[in-house]
């Protein structure tokens, strides 16, 4: 037994350990088995699962492709708050800025040309039938007829550069005049929006007008332009020296050195300067010429500025006459001292008249009228000086003391003058000049301390109206009346209070005689202004001119010429030419082949303020009144345009959201798959 044991157990081993193996791994199987069914029916439920939610997200895809597609078609829109009804049809005027400040330029080139783009975007936002009227500062004939899109975006492309400038009340009171009917109206102003176009009034526009403003941003630039000019002299006479002072004006926001001037007169330079001119401020200089001949003279200031060249030249003319007309009208005891005074100097052409025999029809050829002791001034020559005084003339009335003070008292009030009080026969001295009247200046090289004024025995006595515009050029003791200026109309009357009689007073024989009459002759010549500005000066001025039944007037410039309106005034033409002088330069008044005058044209100077009006501003201007801005950095303008008159169109949304929902639906059948089923691992 004991030896039997450990063999049989050594057998039992041997068959019972196979046994075992075979036991366990038939266990191990059966479960694997049943475990791998299971998983195979779990992924073939999720695959089932994730198929269906695959092809549900591709049908919604498609179909919400399809409907956003049929919507796009439909052109859906969100109404419009401004209620426009589109079956009344469209008038539609847009203004474009083609003034001097439009040269600048910003990123997308010349503001000019961003108008005209802009312009045709917005002709793109309304109908085929619409009708269209187009607008610049030329205020042209031809812009006053409406126009349909493809005649418009033509007349667009012809626009230009002008000299022409206007303000934002005038730019919409010609848009008001184009619209007509019961059609909507709209208004579109394009324009940099300068503050000399803008202005500060309120602007009044119609209910029934729908104002938008494009406003177009340049880049700053400085400026200086030569702003005016004017004449030291009141005559000019051949070979003397003369001086004209020049006012120039810088624009910029910094301080400009050295700004050449030059003078040229009849292309000869006749004087140089340079100016420091501090930021917004004018400067002025006076330049000195000489060496004139007679005639016309055609002047030129110039400065070296850029980038804005447009205002860097002044054009002027003026007439170096050989001689002036003054008339004397004479009383029967008049002394001989005007005759002596005019007589002596060959410049000046004096006609004397006696009293009793006056041409009237002469009087408003005459540059100064002076009455030397009249002894019975008719109220009908009163009645005439007024009308000469009126129209620019220059009268001065040495009274007769001896006369009828009553009949001068008369005349005196009828020609604007004041009425006589009394007649003073106590001798005293002149107390008072005023040296600081422009009468004066240059008379004395240096203000004495002592002067040595007129004694007067014999003089009349005002009565002194506080409301008479009076300058008194002499004065006697207690700021009485000795000899004084007074403005009337366009000219003006001088009152001495006595005669030029040495018994009445030493006046004519003293040095402050001379120097005061002939000033008052240089003051009282007639010129013509020297420049006017084009565009805005409409109605010239010149001395009269008498035309015979077959003669007109022209004003003729190079490839230029119009025929303007006369009409006759006392002393004087007036001629009307309308805003057809649009260019600076030199024009020529013509009488078939003699040349009568010269005028100079320059270009409005508002434009060379190249700063603008804001948003904000703008908006106070136009008070409560409907207005919209359009906002020019936009992508499309025709759509800002026809959203705002049409409503919110949402066809361009539902067309890309047609063709996200494509996208997504082959995205879905590219990249969407289900997981091949494995068996899990043991």
């Not at 409907?67 to 009804?85: E, G, H, N, Q, Y």
């Not at 020609?415 to 003073?424: K, M, Q, R, T, W």
Request: glycine residues 4%; positive net charge; proline residues 4%.
């Amino acid at each position: 037994m004991n030896f039997l044991y450990p063999g049989f157990l050594f057998a039992l081993l041997t068959v019972a350990i196979p046994v075992i193996i075979h036991l366990f791994n038939f266990r191990k199987f059966k479960r694997v088995y049943f475990s791998n069914v299971a998983f195979l029916k779990e992924i073939k439920a999720q695959q089932s699962s994730r198929e269906r939610l695959k092809n549900l997200l591709i049908l919604c895809c498609r179909i919400l492709a399809i409907v956003f597609l049929v919507f796009a078609f439909a052109r859906p829109f969100l109404p419009s708050t401004s209620k426009i009804d589109q079956s009344k049809g469209n008038i539609v005027s847009i203004y474009i800025d083609n003034s001097y400040s439009m040269e600048a330029v910003n990123k997308e080139g010349s503001l000019l040309d961003e108008a005209k783009r802009k312009a045709k975007e917005i002709v793109k936002a309304f109908q085929l039938n619409d009708r269209f009227q187009l607008l610049t500062n030329d205020f042209e004939g031809r812009h006053q007829r409406l126009l349909n899109a493809d005649e418009l975006i033509q007349a667009v492309d012809e626009v230009k550069i002008s000299a022409a400038s206007r303000q934002l009340q005038q730019v919409i009171n010609r848009q008001q005049s184009i619209f007509t009917g019961a059609s909507n109206r709209f208004a579109y102003i394009i324009s940099d929006f300068q503050q000399g176009f803008a202005g500060n009034q309120p602007i009044k526009t119609n209910p029934n007008t729908n104002v938008s403003l494009i406003k177009l941003n340049s880049n700053a630039l400085p400026n200086v332009a030569v702003d005016s000019a004017w004449l030291l002299s009141p005559t000019h006479q051949a070979g003397t020296t003369e001086k004209l002072v020049v006012q120039l004006h810088n624009y910029g926001d910094e301080d400009a050195k050295n700004i050449p001037i030059k003078l040229t007169i009849n292309q000869q330079q006749k004087a140089i300067s340079s100016l420091n001119i501090a930021a917004g401020k004018t400067q002025t200089d006076t330049l000195a010429y000489s060496g004139l001949g007679l005639g016309w003279q055609r002047g030129t200031l110039s400065i070296k500025d850029f980038p804005l060249t447009f205002d860097d030249q002044l054009n002027f003319s003026f007439r170096v006459n050989a001689n002036q007309k003054v008339l004397s009208i004479n009383g029967q005891t008049a002394e001989k001292y005007i005759k002596a005074l005019f007589g002596a100097d060959p410049y000046f052409q004096l006609t004397e008249m006696p009293e009793r025999n006056i041409n009237y029809s002469a009087l408003a050829s005459y540059s100064l009228i002076v009455l030397n002791s009249l002894d019975n001034p008719a109220s009908g020559l009163a009645q005439e000086l007024k009308t000469y005084i009126a129209n620019g003339g220059s009268v001065v009335v040495f009274p007769n003391v001896k006369a009828d003070k009553n009949v001068y008292s008369s005349f005196l009030t009828s020609l604007g003058l004041p009425a006589i009080a009394d007649v003073n026969a106590s001798a005293t001295k002149v107390s008072h000049i005023e040296l600081k009247h422009p009468l004066f200046k240059e008379v004395f090289e240096t203000l004495p301390q002592n002067i040595d004024l007129p004694q007067v025995n014999h003089y009349f006595n005002f009565v002194e109206n506080n409301q008479r515009s009076k300058e008194d050029l002499l004065s006697l003791p207690a700021g009485k009346l000795f000899f004084a200026r007074y403005p009337m109309g366009n000219g003006q009357a001088y009152l001495a209070a006595t005669d030029l009689n040495n018994e009445d007073s030493n006046l004519a024989k003293h040095p402050v005689f001379v120097p005061l009459m002939y000033k008052i002759a240089f003051a009282s010549a007639k010129e013509q202004p020297i420049y006017y500005t084009a565009g805005r000066n409409n109605v010239l001025e010149s001395q009269k001119i008498v035309l015979g039944a077959n003669q007109t007037l022209k004003l003729v410039a190079d490839n230029f010429e119009v025929i303007p309106e006369l009409r006759q005034t006392n002393g004087k033409t007036l001629l009307y030419v309308a805003d057809q002088v649009k260019k600076a330069g030199y024009y020529e008044l013509k009488k078939a082949d003699s040349t009568l005058a010269v005028i100079a044209f320059n270009d409005n100077r508002t434009e060379s303020d190249m700063h603008y009006s804001s948003a904000d501003q703008i908006k106070e201007l136009f008070g409560k009144q409907p207005l919209t801005f359009l906002d020019p950095k936009s992508d499309s303008i025709a759509s800002a345009v026809s959203s705002k008159n049409n409503g919110t169109e949402l066809w361009k949304l539902c067309l890309i959201l047609s063709l996200v929902f494509l996208a997504i639906e082959i995205l879905l059948v590219r990249f969407y798959h289900t997981q091949k089923p494995g068996l899990p691992a043991h």
